[in-house]
Nanobody, 122 residues
């Protein structure tokens, strides 16, 4: 089992930045890939970014490329999502998830955090 806890969400103005953290406990976090997903009210959960266990493989959704950056610190059992140039349409609950091997598909992930709210005001 892997337990994931997100933090770092909040209210920010458009153009601002936030850094989300995903702290893991339980099994060896370094063996897992991490994905970030988000869900806005009334919408389906969507892929944001994923990183392999070593950080060698990274993928982003087109909507966040060039603005968001995913990283992973295995020594601290923590993954991060740096979000810059935020837009109102980035408003959502952000979730981190873990599995063996990176994936853009949420149903392939085995472990999920509880989510953290990000609100971007215009």
């Amino acid at each position: 089992q892997v337990q994931l806890v997100e933090s770092g969400g909040g209210l920010v103005q458009a153009g601002g930045s936030l850094r989300l953290s995903c702290e893991a406990s339980g099994r060896t976090f370094s063996a897992y890939a991490v994905g970030w997903f988000r869900q806005a009210p009334g919408k389906e959960r969507e892929f944001v970014a994923t990183i392999s266990w070593s950080g060698a493989i990274i993928n982003y959704a087109d909507s966040v490329k060039g603005r968001f950056s995913i990283s992973k610190d295995n020594a601290k059992s923590t993954a991060f999502l740096q979000m810059n140039s935020l837009k109102p349409e980035d408003t959502a609950v952000y979730y981190c998830a873990a599995r063996f091997g990176p994936s853009i598909k949420d149903y392939e992930y085995d472990y999920w955090g509880q989510g953290t709210q990000v609100t971007v005001s215009s």
